[in-house]
């Protein structure tokens, strides 16, 4: 599973969970950006034709943007992408988003376990993937 966190807040609380020994899935490949909202979709959609089972994205608290409003753009983009997700054929808990703070490192944890539970119970991917040579 790829996990875009942002750098000021969910990287932050991912720290935290770190820091303070709070245990959450290993198999969650954590991609650190500045901001949710500088998340591309395209690369979401590529991260699952590579094979990955789930994508999170995970950014700070709406109000509480670094760059004041990338919080905003990113829950917007996530709402088209998961209309262009359905559209596709794709679970829609493939991909997922939430707000954690640079203080909630148990919820970091939490959202971890969730996802990727939610990523489980769905399977391996079957749409969009690439075949792979032998």
Excluded at 13 to 38: E, K, M
Excluded at 95 to 106: D, I, K, L, T
Excluded at 113 to 122: A, N
Aim: proline content about 4%; overall charge positive.
């Amino acid at each position: 599973m790829v996990a875009f966190l942002c750098n000021w807040c969910s990287y932050a609380g991912a720290d935290l969970a770190g820091t303070s020994r709070i245990q959450y899935p290993p198999n969650v490949r954590i991609v650190r950006v500045p901001c949710s909202g500088r998340v591309d979709p395209l690369l979401i959609l590529k991260c699952l034709q590579q094979g990955a089972d789930g994508v999170l994205v995970s950014g700070c608290h709406p109000g509480d943007c670094h760059y004041m409003a990338g919080n905003y753009l990113a829950r917007r983009k996530f709402a088209l992408l998961a209309d262009l997700l359905d559209f596709f054929g794709i679970e829609k808990g493939r991909v997922q988003f939430s707000w954690v703070s640079a203080a909630e490192g148990e919820k970091f944890a939490d959202v971890v376990k969730r996802v990727t539970e939610s990523v489980r119970t769905l399977g391996r991917p079957t749409r969009l993937v690439k075949e792979r040579q032998r």
